[in-house]
């Protein structure tokens, strides 16, 4: 009778956390400095017994499962001592006040302005950098206001590579964006992902200022002036050197900031880049008829061990610029617009299963949004993802999505009253629906085939992609599937007539039933993790091969019986008649 109460009362205590929406026991706090009171942003909250973490948002509020007094949950951040929460009854909020680590005052003395020990400290760290490989989950966020006035939001859950120091490869899970106007004006951070991989910490790049550890110890010694500000013992064995860098001249030109040196591994920990007026920033104007200036940067990196090996953990990513639109006309106006981003790798034991589907994005132009205007909104992902992300303590991101005034990827790319009558892109990527596609010559051969030869065959390329994605949360899979014309990778080089219209659509429709078996196979067994990835595997193969059959038997339309053949069986699975739609075989048809 008393192990039946006691394991009542231990239910009662685990039912007295917060709730978040997804029903999901949880936690809520804040994290300040113990000293001045201020939030800390993007600390480290992590539930070592459910496995589970999150970071502080620029509030330093936080919110991360918790199921039971038991778990045992860390707040950790570079250069303060780490904190565990002790989990009470009937407590859900907790304010967690993190004490910087014990500076060691003895060993800090006023030096002089050139400071050989701190450059040749420097010069050790940029030495012998770490270069291990590996692949993590990377949650990331960006938000775009003008004046306090917020114009846009990017979200994005990804898997990275990283190499030691530095972020090489993005390779997107799900994504999502939300823009609202400003009169009649809309602000698109487009390829900020893109931006923040290429801002490296020891390689030269010209679209960056430069900073110490890019610059050789002469040069750096020229350039910059170094003052130690702080020294610490973390863990109480290793010495942390934290040093200030100012440039002595071409401010434009080169970053200030802080960086925090683990002098007893000799390894990079933090660092703080900072910029006011750039001369050299990655950041160019949608149009020609516009122009940026004054563009400041401040950007953070840090990073971990793992395996015994240091690599990246997270960059933030602030910027902000004055945006002229339609300079040297009347109607110019200048916007200051303030952005901020942050990417976090958490995760680098299990990656995301990525969606089944292939993309040339080398040729994409404003990568973000491309690739989320390449992928279905995937409502069962983002309302049941319980992993890292920025948390707000009223949930301001989903509201910021469902915002009345915000235009999502739902929409944005479609035609819509906000752009004219278009969507964003002037050849995004299409969805299949009842509605009919008018095909048109939507990028050039880039392969020039058709110049060069003379089959038909090669003067047009039809690339339409099934995309696949399942996703398991609370014991539930949902499988995601969706029938996709790729713009950047088809061409039309051929006249264009009914026949044509026909040919075209019906393809689309011919791989929409293809989707649809599919989806139905991979639904039958949505529990069997690997008869998925059987399903998913066998299909590509075969996907391509009975596209290569249905184009070859339509000669582009041509061939009167094999459309009369498909579109009855088009119209038998979609209840859609093409033929009847386009007529393609009057004999008094007009040409274009």
């Not at 893109?194 to 020229?222: C, E, F």
């Not at 529990?527 to 582009?556: C, G, Q, V, W, Y």
Request: hydrophobic share 40%.
């Amino acid at each position: 009778m008393k192990l039946k109460l006691i394991c009542f009362l231990m239910g009662l205590s685990c039912l007295v956390f917060g709730q978040k929406n997804d029903g999901y026991p949880s936690i809520e706090g804040r994290i300040l400095d113990a000293a001045t009171r201020e939030p800390i942003l993007y600390a480290n909250i992590f539930n070592k017994t459910l496995q589970k973490g999150t970071i502080s948002n620029s509030d330093g509020y936080f919110r991360v499962e918790a199921k039971s007094l038991q778990d045992s949950i860390f707040v950790t951040f570079i250069g303060y001592t780490e904190h565990k929460i002790k989990l009470q009854a009937n407590a859900k909020f907790y304010t967690v006040m993190l004490e910087e680590s014990a500076q060691l005052l003895g060993e800090v003395v006023v030096t002089p302005r050139l400071n050989s020990y701190l450059f040749e400290l420097l010069a050790n760290a940029k030495r012998r950098p770490p270069k291990a490989s590996k692949m993590a989950k990377a949650y990331y966020e960006l938000k775009s206001f003008r004046d306090s006035q917020q114009v846009e939001l990017v979200e994005g859950f990804y898997n990275v590579g990283v190499q030691g120091y530095e972020l090489t490869d993005l390779q997107l899970k799900a994504g999502r964006l939300a823009m609202q106007p400003q009169g009649d004006r809309f602000f698109a951070s487009m390829e900020s992902s893109m931006a923040i991989t290429m801002s490296k910490l020891m390689a030269r790049n010209t679209s960056y200022p430069s900073n110490p550890l890019d610059l050789t110890k002469r040069a750096m010694m020229k350039n910059y002036s170094l003052h130690l500000s702080k020294k610490y013992l973390e863990n109480g064995s290793d010495s942390i050197y934290v040093v200030d860098f100012e440039p002595v001249a071409k401010p434009g030109l080169l970053y200030k900031g802080t960086i925090w040196i683990n002098k007893t591994k000799n390894y990079i920990l933090k660092i703080n880049l900072s910029c006011e007026d750039c001369q050299l920033h990655p950041f160019l104007p949608i149009f020609s008829t516009d122009s940026i200036a004054n563009v400041s940067l401040n950007i953070t990196k840090t990073f971990v061990p793992v395996d015994g090996d240091i690599v990246f953990n997270h960059v933030d990513f602030t910027y902000g610029m004055d945006y002229k639109s339609r300079k040297d006309q009347a109607q110019a106006q200048v916007y200051t617009i303030a952005t901020k981003a942050i990417l976090y790798a958490y995760d680098f034991q299990r990656l995301f299963e990525l969606p089944k589907i292939e993309y040339a994005t080398s040729t994409f132009k404003g990568r973000d949004y491309r690739l989320i205007n390449a992928m279905p909104y995937n409502d069962f992902f983002w309302k049941n993802n319980d992993e890292y992300r920025l948390n707000e303590f009223k949930n301001l991101n989903e509201n910021y999505f469902d915002a009345a005034a915000s235009v999502t990827n739902k929409k944005v790319f479609k035609k819509n009253d906000k752009f004219k009558g278009v969507g964003l892109f002037e050849q995004p990527f299409v969805f299949w629906s009842s509605n009919r596609v008018q095909f048109r010559e939507v990028v050039a051969d880039t392969t020039n085939s058709a110049a060069a030869g003379n089959f038909k065959s090669e003067q047009y390329h039809l690339a339409v992609k099934i995309f696949m994605d399942t996703n398991t949360y609370k014991d539930s899979t949902d499988i995601l599937t969706a029938t996709i014309f790729d713009p950047y990778e088809s061409y039309y080089h051929l006249p264009m007539d009914n026949k044509t219209r026909c040919f075209v659509n019906l393809f689309f429709d011919f791989c929409e039933i293809e989707r649809r078996k599919l989806e139905a196979a991979l639904k039958a067994v949505r529990h069997d993790p690997i008869e998925l990835n059987k399903l998913k595997s066998a299909f590509a193969t075969d996907f391509e091969m009975k596209k290569r059959e249905f184009i070859k038997s339509m000669e582009r339309g041509t061939r009167e019986a094999a459309v009369l053949k498909w579109n009855d069986y088009v119209r038998a699975h979609l209840g859609i008649d093409n033929v009847l739609i386009f007529m393609p075989f009057q004999t008094n048809e007009g040409s274009e």
